[in-house]
């Protein structure tokens, strides 16, 4: 018993380092993760669809733009954005042409315009990623085609899996199918309608489809449920794209649309291999779950290895992508990283936590975690905590090309129309409506007031309004105007402190979806604070969501909170086609993006001109005239534009914010060998827990070995304590210690 005993306290006194040792190892990733070409991140929205015609949300663009490729790009660094070829030779030039064919030199009208044409010339070096979808035998068929003697194989999870996979260059033909595939009105491409406004024959492609959808269901009499219908895009006649030759083909618009070049840069335009619909097609691949929206087919700098996204995506460097050089990192081939790991995170804190030590490259800043990490420097900016900057860790802020504003409806009596007493009436609501408070309370301070539509880093941002924050040149910034000027402006519009004419109070109704929601609550109450100011009533109309919807495109509403807009691309056009009364809601029937319905005919002709011409000096004066106009009708509270703000660790190279262009994993560069240091340094487990253990087991161990030296006549109380003690497993509890105290260490 004594050698038993012995040799028991020694096992557990050699193990018990060792053991809480392993259990403090709290990595997500398997050893070696930190010294791996590995860039790893988080995402916490889902992802719906990888396939480039329907995709259109910025979380999935981060994980689909490095996979698929479009025509151009934007400069990695370049700021304002810059467009620059990626799967051209050449930033394509237009010409146009008469109804007559014949070529108009210069910057013609657009009324003496009646075609365009862009030629696209493809780089020679272009390659699809492996994928069983170009496997092929020896006579030139597909392997995987259904009807083959090869048969697919069992328990797929990804298309990696099949024993064959191969590749073939990119061609013309592809970026012609996978336009008339955003013709077909099964896929509902959410820039369908704008497309199809200006490229040649896209309306009379989607009718084309629609024809041959109903000529098949009706052959087969039914529509089938398992394997749908598989249009052969190729024979489609399509009037907006012309293949050339094996590299080149030309984009053709029925009308003048500088901005045009901008679609280039978005998945959209990515090419669709025309084997990759047919093998999404077999019935087998279908029963399997493999799909386009899951399994995108690319020619980028990764292609997608593991797609649970209820835990994780992994991109995986693509063998078959070009060579490819960075002027930030000379001599070095694109991408920098082998993969990337996209981690599912439901919330923030967990995701902060592993930030912290060292197990995510880049983070957000959880709200509740802000005044930890942050401050505001001498020119009140943000920065850094001081723990922050010794650990380390590198901010990045910026305006994003994002507006949130307060809209009027425009059609409604009191607050709409264009009358000046109307008018005064929403420039006193936009002076006491301070969005610098608000961003400073519900934001933390995240974002800047918006001084028009059109957001900094972008040509044509105003930098003041001067019917709401003119310039002040000795501040050098822009200046509310005080609560006076608004109350003399009620005053004009006919109601001194609120009061109407009939002596009633002004009462106005905040229309929205938000029953319920704390955080709207407590905006909902600062908002009739700030019209209290003025005498102003402000109640709120709640709806359900479906009805909400119904009042916007029927214009049966009077204020609108937190209406907002991104930008599609970096064009002042993008934004003030937001008020273009051909865009009104109520007028296009839903399809307009003009929610507030508003109107000006002076806008309108303004609009027409810029829309049209190309970014010089002329067009910025009239941009600077529509915005004028803009801010003195006020059909908006202006709001604010948020900023994002990203933290990152010193390891990680070459990141810069790009608020355009998604595209940007193959620049992140790793340093593993500090990232694996800093890990090792912030996660070191406490060792004074062992310590105790170890104290505590050697009084133990005293004390039992003393009791084996007692003579054999004790008493049998005293033997069912000792025997009880012998027999009784001792807790051992492992130390770990997951807090941030711990990796502040």
Not at 591 to 606: C, H, I, M, P
Request: glycine share 6%.
């Amino acid at each position: 018993m004594r050698k038993t005993l012995i040799f028991f306290i020694l096992a557990i006194s050699a193990g018990l380092p060792l053991a809480v040792t392993l259990c403090c190892n709290n990595s997500p990733w398997p050893d070696g993760a930190a010294s791996s070409e590995t860039f790893f991140t988080s995402f916490s929205s889902a992802v719906k669809s990888l396939d480039p015609a329907t995709s259109y949300y910025v979380h999935e663009s981060a994980i689909l733009d490095n996979i698929v490729e479009a025509p151009l790009d934007y400069d990695y660094l370049e700021r304002p954005y810059k467009l620059t070829p990626r799967l051209l030779t050449e930033i394509p030039v237009p010409q146009y042409y008469a109804a007559d064919g014949t070529l108009l030199s210069g910057d013609p009208t657009p009324e003496s315009v009646h075609r365009v044409e862009y030629l696209l010339t493809l780089r020679e070096d272009l390659r699809y990623q492996q994928h069983p979808c170009f496997a092929r035998d020896d006579r030139g068929h597909s392997i995987y085609d259904g009807k083959n003697s090869m048969q697919l194989p069992k328990n797929l999870s990804s298309p990696q899996d099949f024993p064959v996979l191969d590749s073939r260059p990119m061609h013309p033909m592809d970026f012609k199918v996978a336009l008339i595939r955003l013709c077909d009105p099964r896929l509902a491409c959410p820039v369908y309608s704008t497309l199809s406004s200006f490229i040649a024959g896209m309306k009379e492609c989607s009718r084309k489809i629609q024809q041959e959808l109903e000529a098949q269901e009706a052959e087969s009499g039914h529509l089938p449920q398992r394997q749908p219908l598989l249009i052969d895009y190729r024979t489609i006649p399509f009037s907006g794209l012309e293949v050339i030759n094996d590299h080149q083909f030309k984009l053709i618009l029925s009308r003048k649309y500088p901005q045009a070049l901008y679609w280039l840069a978005m998945h959209f335009f990515a090419p669709m291999p025309w084997e990759a619909l047919e093998f999404y097609h077999l019935a087998p691949v279908i029963d399997s779950g493999l799909s386009l929206k899951n399994w995108p087919v690319g020619s980028g700098p990764y292609l997608l290895e593991e797609m649970n996204p209820a835990v994780r995506m992994r991109l995986a460097k693509n063998p078959n992508f070009r060579k490819e050089f960075w002027d930030g990192a000379p001599g070095q081939a694109l991408p920098f990283t082998e993969q990337i790991i996209f981690q599912y995170e439901r919330e923030a804190i967990p995701n902060w936590i592993k930030f912290n030590q060292g197990y995510y490259d880049t983070s957000g800043i959880p709200s509740d975690m802000l005044d930890a990490a942050t401050a505001f420097n001498s020119n009140g900016e943000l920065a850094l905590s001081q723990e922050m900057q010794e650990r380390g860790m590198l901010l990045h802020c910026s305006v994003t090309p994002t507006i949130f504003y307060f809209g009027f409806n425009m059609l409604d009596p009191i607050v709409g129309g264009s009358s000046e007493n109307n008018r005064f009436l929403r420039q006193a609501i936009s002076i006491v409506l301070d969005y610098q408070e608000f961003i400073d309370i519900f934001l933390n301070g995240q974002g800047v007031p918006a001084q028009c539509v059109i957001p900094p880093g972008i040509s044509g941002a105003c930098k003041a309004n001067e019917f709401v924050s003119p310039w002040d040149e000795q501040l050098g910034k822009p200046v509310r105007l005080p609560l006076q000027t608004a109350r003399e402006l009620m005053q004009k519009a006919g109601y001194p402190n609120g009061i109407a004419q009939d002596g009633s109070p002004l009462t106005l109704h905040l229309d929205h979806a938000n029953a319920g929601a704390s955080v709207f609550k407590a905006q909902f109450q600062w908002l009739k604070s700030k019209f209290a100011l003025l005498g102003i009533q402000l109640e709120e109309r709640p709806s359900e969501l479906n009805r909400w919807r119904d009042k916007l495109q029927t214009g049966n509403w009077q204020l609108v909170f937190n209406k907002g807009w991104l930008a599609d691309y970096p064009d002042p056009e993008n934004f003030l086609f937001l008020f273009y009364s051909g865009n009104g809601t109520v007028q296009s029937k839903g399809r307009g993006a003009n929610y507030v319905n508003y109107s000006s005919a002076e806008f309108d002709q303004l609009f027409r001109q810029l829309e049209t011409m190309p970014d010089n000096i002329n067009r910025q004066s009239l941009i600077e005239q529509a915005c004028r106009i803009l801010q003195k009708d006020a059909p908006c509270c202006w709001g604010y534009h948020p900023a994002k703000v990203i933290l990152t660790h010193k390891w990680l190279n070459h990141y810069t914010p790009h608020d355009m262009s998604y595209s940007t994993m193959k620049y992140l560069g790793i340093n593993t060998v500090l990232r694996k240091q800093m890990q090792n340094l912030w996660n070191r487990p406490r060792r004074w827990p062992i310590y105790a253990a170890l104290i505590a087991l050697s009084f133990f161990a005293f004390f039992a070995l003393r009791g084996q030296n007692k003579p054999l006549h004790v008493s049998n109380k005293s033997n069912d304590v000792r025997h009880g003690l012998l027999s009784r497993t001792l807790p051992v509890k492992p130390v770990t210690d997951n807090t941030m105290e711990n990796t502040a260490q």
